[in-house]
């Protein structure tokens, strides 16, 4: 049988660093010389209050590792506090962090590509403009919500911003993480000739802290498969209660939190009720970002009854991606108001419902690109918020059906990732 250099290498990390020192196992060029890894910028990482936010450098930095795996990855981040540069040193430790403005120039200098991650608008738009100034080198977007911003006035005009058209327009690629996104940027003003829909990079996610998930779970009598989870969240991310933010009370985004807060969250608590009266499962009420911890246990928790009370575990601390990961695929499904723990359940084969409105931009929409209509509701609408507790109900009753629904939407994503990841390539080392 004939030996596969790449695999067996890829399958033996631990001598793949001797063995690649050897002239039979060294890279060449095609004219036999040794061959210079090419390097490229992920530019990402955003913020780390929020699983989410931190899901979106994992995961493409997994997919890079991936299908481009005789390429130099350097990430080139906003923020990695809060415990996530050691998160990431540890997955991947060979990845390295562009920090000073030397090492910006040195990868500007050395670097043939730069990729802006994904997010929730083109985030980084004046770095992608200084590396398109600068270098002149080619660039791509992967996976954001465009023009991702929201207008408190439904009839008035949501504009883009003509940087983020011009730089749309210069990238090699444009890729969207929703189909609404794709169809705003067409309609305009950006012509890129390949713009398509692209997963949200956390679906990638592989991050694991199976001890402190276990431990947890044990601690509180949670068994796997036996349990599902949720959370709720406000209109706005009240940021202002997050002290490392240091973001200014706003009390307009504060009024409205408090006006729709229990119109939000009381189809989650009814579910809650259900599911423990009606199944055999109990619930998990966790966070997604740090202030949803608070708010778990006062809009869902401390208003259950008590005989419900009983099964239902409410976490009373904040956790990080590989914890969260962890958890979630040893349980038997996700429901709420968040989006990026329901990417990463079925990115991972776990079912997960999305509850979205407005205020969240378009990026709720990408269920209905992977399949997942049924699953997404807008907490705008009556009618949809009428269907929400029988749906959580059904997944709560046939987890076994619940989890081929996920199976089935987990492949259209990986599909996707590899046609995007292979677009990717061709415009790094084609």
Not at 132 to 147: C, H
Not at 321 to 348: K, Q, W
Request: aromatic share 8%.
């Amino acid at each position: 049988m004939m030996l596969n250099r790449r695999n067996f290498l890829r399958n033996t990390p631990a001598l793949a660093g001797l063995l690649l020192n050897l002239p039979a196992f060294a890279r060449t060029d095609d004219n036999g010389q040794p061959a210079v890894k090419k390097a490229i910028i992920l530019r990402s990482s955003w913020q780390t209050v929020n699983i989410g936010d931190i899901g979106h450098t994992p995961g493409v930095l997994t997919l890079l590792e991936k299908y481009l795996p005789d390429v130099e990855v350097r990430l080139w981040p906003t923020s990695l506090d809060n415990g996530v540069e050691t998160l990431l040193r540890r997955r991947f430790p060979n990845v390295p962090i562009i920090r000073t403005a030397d090492e910006v120039t040195r990868a500007f200098s050395e670097c043939v590509f730069l990729l802006h991650g994904s997010g929730p608008s083109l985030v980084a738009r004046k770095d992608v403009g200084r590396w398109d100034k600068e270098t002149g080198k080619p660039f791509g977007v992967y996976g954001i919500t465009f023009p991702g911003v929201y207008s408190p006035d439904p009839k008035a005009m949501v504009t883009a911003n003509p940087l983020d058209v011009e730089l749309l327009n210069k990238a090699r690629f444009a890729l969207f993480r929703d189909s609404v996104s794709l169809e705003f940027a067409r309609k305009n003003g950006v012509q890129n000739a390949v713009m398509e829909y692209c997963p949200d990079g956390a679906f990638a996610v592989d991050l694991r802290n199976d001890e402190a998930a276990t431990s947890f779970m044990r601690a509180h009598g949670l068994e796997a498969g036996t349990f599902m989870c949720v959370i709720p969240r406000n209109r706005f991310t009240p940021y202002w209660e997050i002290p490392a933010k240091k973001t200014p009370f706003d009390e307009k985004r504060n009024a409205r939190n408090q006006d729709m807060k229990e119109h939000d969250n009381a189809p989650l608590r009814e579910a809650i009720i259900q599911v423990v009266r009606q199944t055999p499962m109990k619930i998990l009420i966790c966070p997604e970002d740090e202030t949803q911890v608070r708010l778990g246990k006062e809009i869902l928790y401390d208003k259950l009854p008590d005989d419900v009370k009983a099964r239902v575990v409410w976490r009373d601390h904040y956790w990080i991606t590989d914890e969260a990961v962890s958890t979630y695929v040893r349980s038997a499904g996700l429901f709420g108001l968040e989006m990026h723990s329901p990417i990463m359940c079925i990115g991972n084969g776990i079912p997960a419902i999305v509850g979205r409105f407005a205020e969240q931009t378009s990026k709720g929409f990408m269920w209905k690109d992977i399949g997942l209509d049924d699953w997404l509701f807008d907490m705008d609408n009556e009618q949809d918020i009428s269907r929400y507790v029988p749906t959580v109900l059904a997944m709560a009753r046939n987890p076994k059906a619940a989890k081929a629904k996920a199976a089935r939407a987990r492949k259209l994503v990986e599909q996707r990732q590899r046609d995007t990841m292979g677009l990717v390539n061709k415009n790094v080392t084609g």
